[in-house]
């Protein structure tokens, strides 16, 4: 009798220290990220104003605003996301609809885009040296880090436009072949609408990957921190110039928390609307 | 109708530019790896006395011993805090506060690791300095990662104890088993592929992090003998001094980011593999 | 259907919005026949950006992209034809017989610690016992019962190379705390630790000093580090800083090294506490 009490006891201690735990480490993570965001907010909000969004940067970003900064970054999205969408997209609907899942090409596609998903971005930075700046001699450019990007987001907007087609259900199609509609003209007119908001989620968190990153472009698109005047001139992305400005200007920490702020802003924007997109979805699928 | 007969065409070439984007990139690592793996061999990686590219000395131990110590700190950092975070949004919390702290993950998902590794030099490093110089250390490296990780091990285990069965759990409380008993004795094994494929994938986005880590580890090409010792990455290493290896010592970067590739390869493709296992 | 239609107009004007400002930018620009790329030595950058100004504002058809990564980077991408010219901040090797040198000012390198630190000045063999980490507390030298945390130069960096070439030690035998790039990041790195002790360029730290970073230059073997010393020739570390070219330079790249070099850009180079040359 008295071990069963003891027993009870024991688990009962067992039961509060588990709880215990649980709740120490989600309170240390909440602190921990409040502290960084408070952070974020204070060093960045007395520096930010809209002159800092629609000036040029001077002294080397200590003073001025980061507007030549804000359009190549628009410019390599645009590189980026106008290069890999379509490549995407045609391998998604291709792997949804036309090929079956065991073919050769099926697998060799998609175990391509598996590997490329699981490379570094800093590997991808290497080759985007090595193949678009020398080979391509393409220099260091806003096309150059765009078309780099590029690859990188093939991985992503494909498996989440991919996944997106294959949610719509089997009785679209098959209520469109008894009505003798064309498979294109089913793709175009049903199949595609119904995927959409969900690769338009997927297209938001490519972006937000592109607008994140940083490896990849260091040696790609460079760092000239001037107005690109062509897709051929260096232009600095957000994330490269925060980079810069904590790393290599001193007293450049008060501008580097602004920047910061606006990048994670964007992003923060960019993630809301993909999630409002992809309701339906596993969450957690796009996360990962 | 002629347009379904060439669209499987198009989308064909779509899908085979995917294919070849990965084989060019492949190809084109191996090509400017090829003086290294041809002509210097791949022992010397290993055997040379340190690392001193402009004195002829490439020996890449040190900086994949700093990954994979970076690495395996961040990961048993962030395995309990992401799993007490997945059990508190499962199990513990009200429905309000667990999806309060979801987004809150999920907002921690979304910050950018230059974000990340600009905070943890503005405040970890010289708090770090303060308790033991110099600060930029394996230690703040750690502690940066950690944080970045942190969302994948949450992420990906909520949705592996989400899925584990109801009915399972109802089982259990019905044979009077308590809140932990029933998450240690059924929930955990039940969920146990899952959770291990979200720490692959964490451990996976912790080998190929660079930025973040550059900027708080100090670089310093050594053994470290305490956490406080400065360290270099070898993704680190390779944003140094890509700019302006020549030669052999760029063949070296080339091959150090292979093998980060080919490391991070055998991550995902284990975490798959058990992801496929539990699905079964 | 209504929401895709949303999403469709919503994206399709932000796609026409950034093309039209990306075109307008392309008609802006017909105006630019000439590029000009300069890469190489951060501490030569900020004085060619500052020439490359003045430069495009004589010849608004030309524009001149400047980019940092140190002396070997600069040396490396002019070999392979990246770059028209390279910035180098020292002279030329042996082995480096394809380039052309053109000096376009004289520097030195100079000793760097935080503002608050007492030590008055430091002698040839104290400063290499402390990189080589035969002195590892400042009280040794006179300063604070503290650790000195050595800030480093990354290899590649000519800084770097004069720096052991004056203290007669290897990359290897040398114990640092901090790996840094670019001087402003050394800069940095010592202005945001009492501890530290770096080596920059006189310039760029006077500079720094100039703007009021808490930053000090330390005498070397009893001479003040200053631009003075290096105009007069008696500080023991200076050095040319060189624009290279492979071959004899032509055309556009000829007529920048000449403009570079000419009295006209003199005030420039004081502006960044250099002390310009004679070109004849």
Known sequence: MYDVVRNRGLRKLREYAAQCLIYTAVLLISAVFIWLLIDLLRGGLSHLSWEFITELPRDAG???????????????????????????????VLLAEFVATGSWFGKAVRFSLHVLAGVPSIVFGLFGNAFFCVYLELGFSILSGGLTLACMLLPILTSTAEAGLRAVPHVYRLAASALGLSRAAALLHLILPAAAPVMAAGLLLGIGRALAETAALLFTSGYAERMPDSLLDSGRALALHIFDLSMNVPGGDEPAYASALVLVSLLLGINILAMKFAYGLQRSKLMS | ??????????????????????????????????????????????????????????????????????????????????????????????????????????????IPSVV?????????????????????????????????????????????????????VRNAAALGLSRWGTIQGVVLPAAKAGITAGIMLAAARALGETMAVLMVAGNVVQYPETVFDPVRTLAANIALETAYAMGDHRAVLFVSGLLLMGLIMVLSAMAEALEKQQHV | ?????????????????????????????????????????????????????????????????????????????????????????????????????????????????????????????????IYTG???????????????????????????????????????????????????????????????????????????????????????????????????????????????????????????????????????????????????
């Open chain 3, 134 to 280: 035969k002195i590892t507390r400042w009280n040794a030298l006179g300063g604070t019962d503290a650790r000195i945390t050595v800030v480093h130069k990354a290899e590649g960096r000519s800084t770097l190379e004069l720096f052991l070439d004056y203290i007669q030690r290897k990359n290897s035998e040398i114990k640092p705390h901090v790996i840094i790039g670019d001087n402003a990041q050394g800069i940095k790195a010592v202005t945001g630790n009492p501890q530290a002790i770096g080596y920059v360029s006189i310039g760029a730290a006077e500079f720094e000093v100039r703007r009021g970073s808490p930053l000090r230059l330390l005498p070397l073997d009893g001479r003040a580090a200053s631009v003075e010393a290096v105009r007069q020739g008696v500080f023991p570390l200076s050095r040319p800083l060189n624009l290279v070219t492979l071959g004899e330079p032509h055309g556009l790249a000829r007529q920048f090294i000449e403009f570079a070099r000419s009295p006209q850009v003199h005030d420039l180079v004081e502006a960044q506490y250099f002390v310009p040359v004679n070109a004849d």
């Open chain 1, 62 to 92: 200590r003073a001025g605003g980061i507007a030549s900064i804000l359009v190549s970054t628009l410019l390599i999205l645009l590189v980026a996301v106008l290069t890999a969408v379509p490549v995407a997209w045609m391998t998604a």
């Open chain 3, 1 to 129: 259907m209504q929401k895709f239609l949303k999403f469709l107009i919503v994206y399709s004007f932000c796609f026409v919005v950034a093309i039209g400002y990306a075109t307008q930018l392309g008609a802006q620009t017909k105006g630019v026949t000439q590029r000009l790329v300069v890469t190489g030595s951060s501490t030569v950058a900020p004085l060619v950006n500052e020439i490359a100004r003045r430069f495009e504002l004589a010849h608004p058809e030309v524009r001149i992209d400047v980019q940092t990564g140190g002396s070997s980077r600069g040396i490396t991408e002019v070999r392979h034809s990246i770059a028209a010219i390279g910035m180098v901040s020292r002279a030329l090797k042996p082995d480096e017989g394809d380039l052309r040198a053109f000096a376009i000012a004289q520097d030195g390198i100079g000793i760097i610690v935080h503002a608050g630190n007492p030590v008055a000045g430091l002698g040839r063999q104290q400063i290499a016992d």
């Open chain 2, 1 to 110: 109708m002629p347009i379904d007969q060439w669209l499987p065409g198009i989308l064909r070439a779509g899908a085979l530019i995917a294919l070849l984007v990965m084989l060019f990139i492949l190809l084109f690592l191996i090509g400017e790896s090829w003086p290294v793996l041809s002509k210097l061999s791949i022992v010397q990686l290993v055997t040379d006395s340190s690392w001193h590219p402009l004195e002829g000395a490439y020996n890449l131990m040190p900086m994949l011993t700093g990954t994979v110590l970076a690495s395996t700190g961040a990961l048993l950092l962030a395995i309990p805090l992401g799993l007490a975070s997945a059990l508190f949004t499962v199990f513990y919390a009200p429905s309000y506060l667990a999806v309060s702290y979801k987004r809150l993950i999920e907002l921690l998902a979304g």
């Open chain 2, 116 to 168: 990340f590794g600009f905070w943890g030099l503005t405040v970890l490093v010289p708090l770090i300095n303060q308790w033991q110089p110099p600060g930029a250390s394996l230690l703040a490296g750690i502690l940066v990662l950690t944080l970045m990780i942190l969302p994948t091990v949450t992420v990906t285990a909520h949705a592996a104890l989400a899925a584990v069965a109801d009915e399972l």
